[in-house]
């Protein structure tokens, strides 16, 4: 059978078209996508997460003081990000009932979207080739496994990409709508996760152009004001204020001069969150050292994009020494600068030869997935934690208290689904942690037989398998 010139074409250029790879990616990562969080990445951050959402379910649903289960005595209200993330799947939970993964759909939704609105931005700015390249690469990178994960980070980002947009069409149109979605998506994300303020810092570049007329900028100025300032309200007044009054926070800023201390001292996990994290991929890397040469070489016609992408990354680097040692040990901290190292990486696929990169971009793909797929499979030794929470009903009071030995995570508290306190196994077991703890009302203590063999002499056991035992307490006067 002859087909029609304007059929092949249409079959050749859907492999060009980014919605398709979307799509397909989409449906790839749809894969265990029910799964609880389980997965040896991460676990304890996704926990937490579900953890302020179930909350919202069974308590009081209040965005201005979200509650997590592992504060032991305390109220449990948190100084943290702004919970829209959680409060979304409070919104999915009230409708279908709880259910461990809906974060991930949710985050894989929004962030798919987001990548979408990424390729409409690079496509306005400059053209629909690196557009292509910079969206499929993004799609590919760390956001490929952190995309499907209960977790804010990607989701955030995502937010701000859209609002970023929205910004550029006010811009460009100076039409109301775009103002109020550029306020909207760009307040939310870095709300939900600070970090992608770093992105939002690119509108430095609009005092500097000669073609936005003067009143687009101020407007657009004065708007991204306000949002600034309610991101300021909420991470440099409330959330101290949550701290101070309830005594529970969930990150440390440093100093600037502590924070480069710490940075520089880890150096080899800072670079490698650069080197590979970023992409999941050393072939992408060297790609993205290949933008870098030929961003340089082409500096002169390049002066305006270069200055924007230099905006971003020295604030994204004031981010990182204010982290200190909590950006090189975690690898989800890179998230938001991904985009700038993919359009970076995008322009040598520009400059190079279409089959070439073609070929080069299929080898990133698979490198980067085979490097992430295992967050898509739960490992047969961790699904004993599913039933926690069914054992715990039969010997566990809901109101009492208990001490779990899950290390600071939360995980097997939430999986338990009760208050009171986790910490390692060796803290538990030191000096009179326990007795301390029941005076502030523990009443069990739940042992994770996997980290290590019960100890003796803390009350009566009441239960226990191959994986866990759950010991009554000794009461104060018993102590």
């Known amino acids: 059978m002859n087909l029609k010139p304007s059929s092949f074409r249409y079959k050749i250029s859907i492999w060009l078209d980014i919605r398709f790879w979307l799509l397909f990616f989409f449906v790839i990562r749809l894969f265990g996508i029910t799964n609880a969080p389980l997965e040896m990445g991460h676990n304890w951050r996704q926990s937490l997460t579900n953890m302020v959402a179930r909350n919202f379910l069974e308590g009081r649903v209040n965005l201005f003081y979200p509650v997590i289960d592992i504060a032991g005595e305390k109220t449990g209200i948190i100084g943290t990000e702004f919970p829209?993330?959680?409060?979304?799947?409070?919104?999915?939970?009230?409708?279908?009932?709880?259910?461990?993964?809906?974060?991930?759909?949710?985050?894989?939704?929004?962030?798919?979207?987001?990548?979408?609105?990424?390729?409409?931005?690079?496509?306005?700015?400059?053209?629909?080739?690196?557009?292509?390249?910079?969206?499929?690469?993004?799609?590919?990178?760390?956001?490929?496994?952190?995309?499907?994960?209960?977790?804010?980070?990607?989701?955030?980002?995502?937010?701000?990409?859209?609002?970023?947009?929205?910004?550029?069409?006010?811009?460009?149109?100076?039409?109301?709508?775009?103002?109020?979605?550029f306020f909207v998506f760009c307040t939310l994300g870095i709300l939900c996760k600070i970090p992608a303020l770093s992105l939002f810092s690119i509108f430095g570049i609009v005092a500097f152009s000669k073609s936005v007329p003067i009143k687009r900028t101020i407007l657009l100025y004065s708007v991204g004001t306000v949002s600034f300032a309610i991101v300021s309200l909420w991470y440099f007044y409330w959330v101290p204020h949550l701290v101070s009054t309830y005594d529970f926070e969930l990150y440390f800023p440093r100093s600037f001069s502590q924070g480069l201390k710490e940075v520089l001292d880890l150096w080899p996990q800072l670079i490698e969150k650069f080197y590979f994290v970023a992409f999941s991929s050393f072939i992408a890397f060297a790609t993205f050292l290949g933008g870098v040469f030929y961003l340089v070489r082409d500096r002169k016609k390049l002066k305006m994009p270069l200055f924007a992408l230099g905006i971003v990354s020295v604030v994204f680097v004031l981010f990182i020494i204010k982290t200190g040692l909590v950006f090189p040990l975690h690898s989800y901290y890179v998230v938001p600068f991904v985009p700038v190292m993919a359009l970076v990486a995008a322009y040598f696929f520009t400059c190079i030869k279409s089959r070439y990169a073609y070929m080069i971009l299929a080898l990133i793909t698979i490198e980067s997935i085979a490097n992430q797929h295992d967050d898509m499979l739960l490992k047969e030794s961790e699904m004993y934690k599913l039933g926690l929470e069914d054992i715990v009903d039969k010997y566990v009071p809901k109101e009492d208290m208990i001490i779990v030995n899950g290390t600071p995570s939360p995980q097997l508290m939430y999986f338990a689904h009760r208050k009171g306190w986790t910490e390692d196994s060796e803290v538990i077991q030191e000096g009179n942690y326990v007795k301390e703890q029941v005076q502030k009302g523990a009443k069990y203590l739940l042992w994770d037989l996997v980290k290590g063999d019960l100890p003796a002499a803390y009350g009566k056991t009441v239960y226990t398998d191959e994986n866990i035992a759950i010991v009554k307490l000794h009461s104060i006067n018993e102590h």
């Open 84 to 181: 829209f993330f959680n409060y979304l799947i409070y919104m999915v939970s009230s409708v279908f009932g709880y259910a461990h993964w809906y974060g991930r759909g949710i985050n894989l939704v929004v962030t798919t979207i987001g990548v979408y609105y990424f390729y409409k931005l690079i496509k306005s700015l400059f053209n629909e080739r690196l557009a292509f390249f910079s969206a499929f690469i993004l799609c590919v990178s760390v956001w490929f496994g952190f995309g499907r994960k209960m977790m804010p980070d990607t989701f955030s980002v995502a937010l701000v990409i859209i609002g970023i947009y929205y910004g550029y069409r006010y811009l460009a149109e100076a039409k109301p709508v775009p103002l109020i979605g």
